[in-house]
Nanobody, 121 residues
Framework: QVQLVESGGGLVQPGGSLRLSCAASGSIFSINAMGWYRQAPGKQRELVATTFSGMTTNYADSVKGRFTISSDNAKNTVYLQMNSLKPEDTAVYYC???????????????WGQGTQVTVSS
């Protein structure tokens, strides 16, 4: 069974940095894309950044120049380096993967359990 396990959230002061990690485990044949979404209280879940096959990346305008997504394909892991954090970055951050499990002919979408990021002084 495929699982996405996130780590790295926490409390940080404005202007600080955090690095999130998400590892996909289980029987995986291939990964098409991995990325990060976030959901703040009272708001809809929104895209933060995605990486396609570890090459092409895509960012929300609100995080461009501050956040960097990267991946380690050998470890089925995606990272989100967050710099110059602002209070408005406070949210639960969710890992997402579009992948093909072993023995399946289809790609499926998976979500992690979420990790809290709080930016506050």
């Amino acid at each position: 069974q495929v699982q996405l396990v996130e780590s790295g959230g926490g409390l940080v002061q404005p202007g600080g940095s955090l690095r999130l990690s998400c590892a996909a485990s289980g029987s995986i044949f291939s990964i098409n894309a991995m990325g990060w979404y976030r959901q703040a209280p009272g708001k809809q879940r929104e895209l933060v950044a995605t990486t396609f096959s570890g090459m092409t990346t895509n960012y929300a305008d609100s995080v461009k120049g501050r956040f960097t997504i990267s991946s380690d394909n050998a470890k089925n892991t995606v990272y989100l380096q967050m710099n110059s954090l602002k209070p408005e970055d406070t949210a639960v951050y969710y890992c997402n993967a579009d992948l093909r499990p072993q023995g399946s002919g289809y790609f499926r979408n998976y979500w992690g359990q979420g990790t809290q990021v709080t930016v506050s002084s």
